[in-house]
């Protein structure tokens, strides 16, 4: 199937279709696939939108020095949640590689953007890259004063589920001076890790 065809079945209502092109468009090297793709993370079609994102995600570490420009500068606030949201796919699909210091730094980075949509998608995709991410949330959550963000944050941080992690999450449950729904949050986050903890060490030979 050609390149075209391919970028045409992104579209498609089957959803199987649509997986199977952009897992194909990944596999082709072809130098126009990223820069089509990120044309597509503005497009009002939200179908078409999605599938720009994870074949992005499908590519790998490949796409993200234009998802991070595309992050860090783009004006349109759909354009850079999409761009940290593609990171976090590159994270999902490629467990294996080390994920680039660049997509962190840029993931970083996006924690400050003023727009909820960014900084939100921004920590569930640090909260996906795993430990390797979790010194800068670990930073973020200790100087933010957006409330917001560090709900979103703390949460990313109970997705890594690293004991250094709940540590932090554990000072939080105790301290009176920050907002009261992060410290409830906290709360819950520290719950599902030891809940994960428990079910891991049950599952143990």
Known sequence: MSIDALFAQLKH???HLREQALWELAEQDDKTTIPRLMEILDEEDV?????????????????????????????NVTVRGSCAKALAQIAVNHPDITFP?????????ALGDANP??????????????????EALIEVLHT??????AVSVV???AAIGDPRGAEVLSALTQ???????????AVSA???IEQVNYFKSKSRP
Do not use: W
């Open 13 to 15: 209502p089957n959803p």
């Open 47 to 75: 179908v078409f939108r999605r599938s720009a994102v994870k074949a992005l995600g499908a590519i790998g570490a490949g796409a993200v020095p234009a998802i991070v420009a595309a992050l860090l500068h783009s004006d």
């Open 101 to 109: 210091t660049e997509g962190l730094q840029g993931l970083k980075q």
């Open 117 to 134: 949509v960014v900084h939100i998608a921004a920590a569930m995709a640090l909260g996906e890259i795993g430990v390797p991410a979790l």
């Open 144 to 149: 933010t004063d957006n409330p917001a963000l």
């Open 155 to 157: 949460n990313a941080i």
């Open 175 to 185: 301290d009176d001076t920050i907002d009261a729904y992060v410290r409830e949050t």
């Open 190 to 192: 520290l719950s599902r």
